[in-house]
């Protein structure tokens, strides 16, 4: 079954850090972008960030707070923004080509993880 989920959602306070996993299973994210997404309560989703190859994309929103990484075991982002989270694998990229954060070019989407940061 091709799938993704996220884990590591949770209660966070406002300035401290929350890292967020996505794992795969029947698909990798060889040669794909990994993206996440975030939807806070009466908000659009918004694209937070990808991953793809080398190259690395973070919304203005996030930039500066958010990292994005891969290793072996799953992909972290540091958070302290409420909302659910998203991890998708999006369509297989030609080698070099930057991601985006366009949902149209993800096709297997986790069911989310819930952040809520207290002020």
């Known amino acids: 079954q091709v799938q993704v989920v996220e884990s590591g959602g949770g209660l966070v306070q406002a300035g401290g850090s929350l890292r967020l996993s996505c794992t795969a299973s029947g698909i990798t994210f060889d040669g794909r972008p990994m993206g996440w997404f975030r939807q806070a309560p009466g908000k659009e989703r918004e694209g937070v960030s990808c991953?793809?190859?080398?190259?690395t994309y973070y919304a203005d929103s996030v930039k500066g707070r958010f990292t994005i990484s891969r290793d072996n075991a799953g992909n972290t982002l540091q958070s302290e923004d409420s909302g659910m989270y998203y991890c998708?694998?999006?369509?297989?990229?030609?080698?070099?080509?930057?991601?985006?954060?366009?949902?149209?070019?993800?096709?297997?989407w986790g069911q989310g993880t819930q952040v809520t940061v207290s002020s």
């Open positions: 991953l793809s190859g080398a190259s």
């Open positions: 998708a694998a999006g369509r297989a990229l030609i080698g070099g080509t930057p991601c985006r954060t366009g949902a149209s070019q993800y096709t297997v």
